[in-house]
């Protein structure tokens, strides 16, 4: 299935315009972004308002490491030292940026543990708004609300869609991959019923932070991406609007599949392109789709078309 | 002596942010703490309030307007209780994810009526009160009678009356309310219902203090579950208690280091609630 996805996007874009590219970008780092969420909220049942805190890592471990070590000048915080430059190459900086995400993730993780469905929502809802603010108290460090430039951000948007649909396809294979190995059944088990879990044997705790970790080092590769094509990184990236917007696109397009989330995330995402006419009109009708969805729907988007294709 | 005057500037907006606090608890306090029902739409109710009592209150004047919007908060909440809530309430996961969509829904809704931009409602009580040498406005000091007032009839209406203790018996043990003769369903949609009243009535009262933004509800909704968690759940009386001394503490915290930290304290306080006595003050175990 998923090879079909990238086929055809593959093939769109060799017809495409820099609008598309755009377009298409978003929709690939939006489907890392509600796929990593679902394989933490649709299998391991956590229920995580707050996945943006991730993104904003990966952003800005990409903004900071070459605003302070890259050598080169950029924006408030001037060039810093180029000893270690090495610290501002982009992959090393993924890798800082996924790195520190997933030593938050296990700490939320513990976290979780104790905290049952909304109790958790809301935490990590506010931690994303903490972060948030965090940043600009600190702003003489971090840039604060007006962020900070990247001096070697990507070319164009033809080339930025290339790396976002390699890193959707990877990221994507990846997490189906562990869905559907027996990480992904002990997901699922500890979200149908935790004590059972346990007592089949199942430590809920380990994959518990397995899931969060899973999920917060591929939403910050897509953080990282994002800033590295756009340039820029400020405190808007720990928006939560960004959150709510996957947990949108994976309940849509199918919830506890990671396909599904890809499904929504594109199928939203052309959406509210199409209806660009008023983006707060593509807004509502995104949510009435959501409310309609979960009242109807639960299996989503997915869900609808694999019985269409069962019919048959 | 001029830490004696923090001390005393921190107790007295202490209490007035309580005196808020408690108005905007009251009413998750009655879904979530007492009914235990996982309800977003309550971020839909405040923003809504807010923005009708903006359109009403150049007509028909504070009161009457007041009134009027409380009121049509009513068939929402109806509307939600019985079409999305009642039907999905075997899965409180799905209940909550539901509820959240309306609360996005109306977030939309409201900035396409009445545009993004922040507005502001005029105020109806003019002037200035000084308590203790802390300056106040009188807008801002009336939320607090205004409050104890409303936590008062509400603590009265849950434990004196027969349909408030209905909604109590229905959320402890919902088949033998049954069996005993309690209208299950309608009393859910009581209690929904009155739960949107009073957080109408908290946002319309509060409304010239604060601008309207259609956001705006995720802020008050925000305080209000640290409020009712910090109480402990089940309780009317423990969430009014709770926010007083929640409006202290934060106050304190404003004063001592820094008002940019108010929220980081809040989270602080949640977590620590959660993590270490879920039961809050006085009530129910939080992680049930």
Redesign the interface.
């Known amino acids: 299935m998923l090879l079909v996805i990238v086929a055809m996007i593959f093939v769109v874009s060799f017809f495409s315009d820099d609008y598309i590219f755009t377009v298409l970008f978003f929709a690939n780092l939006f489907a890392i972004g509600a796929a990593s969420w679902d394989i933490l909220a649709g299998y391991a049942g956590q229920?995580s308002f707050g996945n943006v805190v991730f993104y904003g890592i990966g952003g800005y471990s990409i903004g900071l490491l070459s605003a302070y070590f890259s050598g080169k000048q950029s924006s408030l915080l001037g060039g810093g030292s180029s000893a270690y430059s090495f610290l501002a190459n982009p992959i090393i900086s993924i890798c800082v940026g996924i790195g520190i995400s997933m030593g938050l993730a296990v700490l939320i993780g513990f976290?979780a543990i104790?905290?049952?469905?909304?109790?958790l929502?809301?935490?990590t809802?506010?931690?994303g708004?903490?972060l948030q603010?965090?940043i600009?108290?600190y702003g003489k460090y971090t840039g604060g609300e007006f962020g900070v430039s990247i001096p070697d951000a990507f070319a164009n948007a033809r080339f930025s869609f290339y790396v976002s649909l390699i890193a959707m396809a990877v990221s994507v294979l990846a997490l189906i991959l562990i869905t559907g190995s027996r990480y992904g059944l002990y997901f699922k088990a500890i979200k149908d019923d935790e004590v059972q879990a346990q007592a089949t044997g199942i430590n809920p705790t380990k994959y518990k932070l397995m899931a969060f970790a899973v999920s917060a080092a591929f939403t910050s590769l897509a953080g990282s991406i994002y800033v590295l094509s756009y340039g820029i990184v400020n405190y808007d990236v720990f928006s939560y609007t960004t959150s709510?917007q996957w947990?949108?696109m994976s309940?849509i397009g199918g919830p506890g599949t990671i396909v599904g989330s890809v499904i929504g995330s594109y199928f939203i995402q052309i959406l509210v392109e199409l209806l660009r006419i008023?983006q707060?009109?593509s807004?509502?009708i995104?949510?009435?789709v959501?409310?309609i969805v979960?009242?109807f729907f639960?299996q989503g988007l997915l869900g609808f078309i694999k019985r269409v294709l069962r019919w048959k | 002596m001029d830490v004696v005057q923090n001390i005393v500037s921190a107790l007295v907006y202490g209490v007035l942010a309580g005196g808020r606090f408690s108005l905007i608890a009251l009413g998750l306090s009655l879904i979530f703490g007492v009914a235990n029902l996982i309800d977003y739409t309550y971020v839909a109710y405040i923003a809504v309030a807010g923005y009708l009592f903006y359109t009403v209150d150049p007509l028909a004047g504070p009161l009457l307007g007041m009134l009027i919007v409380v009121l049509s908060v009513i068939p929402m909440a109806l509307f939600v209780e019985r079409f999305l809530i009642r039907p999905l309430k075997s899965s409180g996961n799905q209940v909550m994810m539901v509820t959240f969509g309306v609360s996005l829904f109306t977030q939309y809704a409201i900035s396409l009526i009445w545009g993004s931009l922040t507005l502001a409602v005029p105020t109806f009580l003019p002037g200035a009160v000084s308590i203790l040498g802390n300056i106040t406005s009188m807008q801002s000091f009336a939320i607090l009678p205004a409050s104890v007032a409303i936590s008062l009839a509400t603590i009265f209406f849950i434990d004196y009356t027969r349909r408030g203790k209905s909604i109590v018996a229905v959320s402890q043990d919902t088949e033998a309310s049954w069996l005993v003769g309690v209208n299950v369903s309608s009393t859910m949609a009581l209690t929904i219902v009155i739960g949107a009243m009073l957080a109408a009535a908290a946002s319309v009262i509060s409304a010239p203090t604060i601008g309207e933004t259609p956001a705006m509800g995720w802020s008050p909704f925000i305080i209000a579950f640290v409020v009712v968690v910090f109480g402990g759940l089940g309780s009317i009386k423990s969430s009014v208690v709770a926010s007083y001394i929640y409006g202290i503490i934060l106050n304190f915290g404003i004063v001592f280091i820094g008002s940019q930290w108010s929220d980081v304290i809040g989270f602080v306080i949640l977590i620590a609630i959660l993590l270490v006595r879920p039961e809050g003050v006085l009530g129910r175990r939080a992680s049930r």
Do not use: H
């Open positions: 229920l976290a104790r905290l049952r469905g909304p109790y929502a809301i935490v809802f506010m931690l708004i903490i603010e965090l600009v108290i709510l947990i949108e309940v008023s707060t009109y807004l509502i995104f949510a009435v959501f409310i979960i009242r639960p």
